[in-house]
């Protein structure tokens, strides 16, 4: 597959290449992403989506914002505050602040340089992260294939695959590199109402691996972990407090009480960029609550009575005593030891 996201050199800058994800399974189109407007709109509307995938799609946001204003004279100023309009697309995930956050020190540190200098500066760091994103995937695989038990029956929920960052994937990254060792592994993927990345990408990428993968809706997890058929689970994240607790896709708290209950080891799998250690404790992660027309609608039709309530949140927190460790590219972490690993 194609890079989720690809900064194309054309010109005298280029552009940003996005996999459209809103249309898969269906159809496979990469779109063309020009300005830094479009990239907010790309991230909000979750063509581009996934954490890591997000981040990176910031760094180039801010590229893309950055060719815009070639021409003006407050250049700085005002690419600091379009770098922080596209921090405020998606509050969850911290990879993309973590990702601004470093294109704001490349035009710090180049503010004495010419707009356009400034600008191959900012696409060349772009670049760099989106490339250390696929090596950090492969090195985070290495570190959790080692834990997957032979034979095992591996739950993943929502998609932390190559979709969700540049490639490779983090969860499925996971779940890639024990397929190569042992190709009797089989997946469980969870559908994840009410986007579905379970089913639309999750399913997609794991049927062009060859992966064994049979889709269970959300509330079935309990019924496959209490037959025996589902011994390991990984799932992402997109924001981990210093204490472990980890925000990820709505309904991951309840397969980590479901695994506790059945004794199944649950695993977050995240890069560094993931940790937040600006908070003590997952209560202070801010939840995004996306529109309610993602649950009464499917495929623009209405699935229940109109006027009924819905609360949409996007993310829930599992607390760090329902998680058996962290994987990452720097190793495996009791979520009580990434305070002291990441400070
Ligand atoms: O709303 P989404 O699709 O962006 O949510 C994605 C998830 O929750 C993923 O599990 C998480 O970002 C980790 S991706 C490697």
Redesign the pocket.
């Known amino acids: 597959m194609d890079k989720t996201i690809e900064w194309i050199n054309e010109g005298e800058f280029g552009y940003s290449l996005l996999i459209d994800q809103t249309l898969l399974p269906a159809e496979y189109k990469r779109v063309k992403i020009c300005g830094a407007q479009e990239m907010f709109d790309a991230i909000k509307t979750?063509i581009v989506?996934?954490?890591?995938a997000?981040g990176i799609a910031g760094a180039h946001g801010v590229c893309l914002g950055a060719i815009e204003l070639a021409e003006e004279e407050n250049f700085i100023e005002k690419l600091l505050q379009i770098a922080d309009y596209i921090n405020s697309s998606r509050p969850t995930?911290v990879n993309l602040s973590w990702a601004i956050k470093k294109q704001k020190e490349i035009i710090l540190l180049n503010k004495e340089k010419s707009n356009r200098e400034i600008i191959r500066e900012l696409i060349k760091n772009a670049i760099k992260l989106e490339n250390e994103d696929i090596e950090i995937n492969k090195k985070i695989g290495e570190y959790g294939s080692k834990l997957v038990p032979k034979g095992a029956g591996i739950l993943t929920h929502?998609?932390?695959g190559s979709l969700?960052?540049v490639g490779y994937?983090?969860?499925l990254g996971v779940i890639r590199s024990a397929y190569k060792n042992d190709p009797s592994i089989k997946v469980f993927a969870d559908e994840t109402r009410p986007?579905q990345?379970g089913a639309r990408l999750t399913a997609f990428e794991l049927l062009a691996d060859n992966i064994e993968t049979t889709l269970i809706t959300d509330g079935m997890c309990s019924y496959f972990m209490e037959k025996g058929m589902i011994n390991f689970v990984v799932?992402?994240?997109?924001r981990i407090a210093s204490n472990g607790d980890s925000a990820?896709?709505i309904g991951t708290l309840t397969v980590a009480i479901a695994a506790k209950y059945f004794n199944i080891p649950f695993y977050i799998v995240?890069p560094k960029s993931t940790v937040d250690m600006n908070l003590k404790t997952g209560k202070e992660i801010v939840i995004e609550l996306r529109d309610k027309k993602e649950v009464t609608h499917v495929n623009g039709k209405p699935v229940c009575p109109l006027g009924v309530n819905v609360i949409n949140p996007?993310?829930d927190v599992t607390p760090n005593s329902l998680i058996t460790g962290i994987i990452t590219e720097c190793g495996v972490f009791k979520p009580d030891e990434i305070y002291k690993a990441f400070s």
């Open positions: 979750m989506r996934g954490a890591p997000i995930a929502c998609n932390a969700a960052t994937g983090t969860a986007r990345q799932t992402g994240a997109d990820n896709k995240a996007s993310f």
